[in-house]
């Protein structure tokens, strides 16, 4: 499964950010606002990553989702800015949820 994902970066990252007509620093925003998107995306296809990026801090998905929206608006001007974009919006929303439900909805009576 990892290498699935990992393939997929490759493809995602040589087809729609290196071959796009646009400057290199809207290219390098790209590939580091899809960088963040496989950091939050973590818990999917890297349990181990997962456990040591949480064993950092709980709170360092949100800066990685934050920061995937920042480099995203910085990015390449097309369908690949609002596609980042709205990734690295899924993804922090999911970390979102997994976060309330772990400490808030696990708590005993």
Do not use: C, H
């Not at 998905?61 to 001007?77: A, H, R, T, Y």
């Amino acid at each position: 499964m990892t290498w699935l994902f990992l393939l997929v970066f490759l493809i995602v990252s040589y087809y729609f950010i290196m071959k796009a007509k646009s400057k290199n620093i809207e290219k390098s925003f790209s590939l580091l606002s899809l960088l963040m998107f496989m950091l939050m995306a973590t818990p999917i296809w890297n349990e181990r990553l997962f456990d040591y990026i949480i064993d950092i801090s709980l709170f360092l998905p949100f800066v990685f989702g934050m920061l995937g929206i920042i480099f995203g608006w910085f990015g390449i001007k097309d369908g690949t800015r609002a596609g980042f974009i709205l990734i690295n919006i899924l993804a922090l929303l999911f970390y979102l949820i997994v976060f309330l439900m772990g400490t808030i909805g696990f708590q005993e009576p």
